[in-house]
């Protein structure tokens, strides 16, 4: 089954404490991303990875960090998280499209509370 | 980057045709539109997607206007289970071929007995 995990899926962390939301998808999907969702905001681009070794910003990138080191991995990593990192994040996957082809699979969210 | 318009709310009769409406006048002549469903807080599902014909399939159609700035998703017989936020997105590829979704706030659809 196709699948993209994240975790943890709930998490209550202190401000200042690192932590790490990992995310796996099974398709062999070049592209991943994450997102985040705040109500009224809806869901923004954090950072976005079109291959191993190779990542970019995404719309709302500050006070977070990725890596690709592995094609199926692509962990968030908050070094040091702050209240307004409070959020439910998303990760997702796709491949390469041509025609508009390819679908876009999503995790199914990690809550995440800095207190 | 091309912008979505959708109404915040929406309710609808279980067993009734849901139309759900998109306006995306900005949309470019490469760019797709996608919709996405979120039920709850879980991830967002794939629900269909088109360019310039009306599309369908075992969940859904989708009817987009001729000049392309408008589309109207229908879900011809609606659930309790289809309760969810809707979301009309126009996926941006970029030269390099990565695809990016731009989000909306969505339609909340309501499906009641």
């Excluded at chain 1, 199926?72 to 025609?99: D, K, M, V």
């Excluded at chain 2, 979120?38 to 088109?50: D, F, N, T, V």
């Amino acid at each position: 089954e196709a699948q993209v995990t994240q975790n943890p899926r709930y998490l209550i962390t202190v401000t200042g404490k690192k932590l790490t939301v990992t995310c796996s998808q099974n398709m062999n999907h070049e592209y991943m991303s994450w997102y985040r969702q705040d109500p009224g905001l809806g869901l923004r681009q954090i950072y976005y990875s079109m291959n191993v070794e190779v990542t970019d910003k995404g719309d709302v990138p500050e006070g977070y960090k990725v890596s690709r080191k592995e094609k199926r991995n692509f962990p968030l990593i908050l070094e040091s998280p702050s209240p307004n990192q409070t959020s439910l994040y998303f990760c997702a996957s796709s491949s390469p499209s041509s025609g508009g082809l390819g679908t876009i699979y999503f995790g199914e969210g990690s809550w995440l509370t800095v207190v | 980057d091309a912008k979505t318009t959708q109404p915040p709310s929406m309710d609808c009769a279980e067993g009734r045709a849901a139309n759900l409406p998109c306006n995306h006048s900005t949309i470019s002549g490469n760019e797709y539109v996608y919709w996405y469903r979120q039920i709850h807080s879980q991830g967002p599902q794939y629900i269909i997607h088109g360019l310039k014909n009306n599309e369908t399939n075992e969940m859904a159609s989708l009817i987009i206007t001729e000049d392309r700035k408008s589309s109207t998703l229908i879900l011809p017989h609606a659930t309790l289970r289809d309760t969810a936020v809707y979301y009309c997105i126009v996926r941006v590829e970029f030269g390099t071929g990565f695809q990016k979704l731009v989000f909306g706030t969505g339609t909340r659809l309501l499906v009641s007995p």
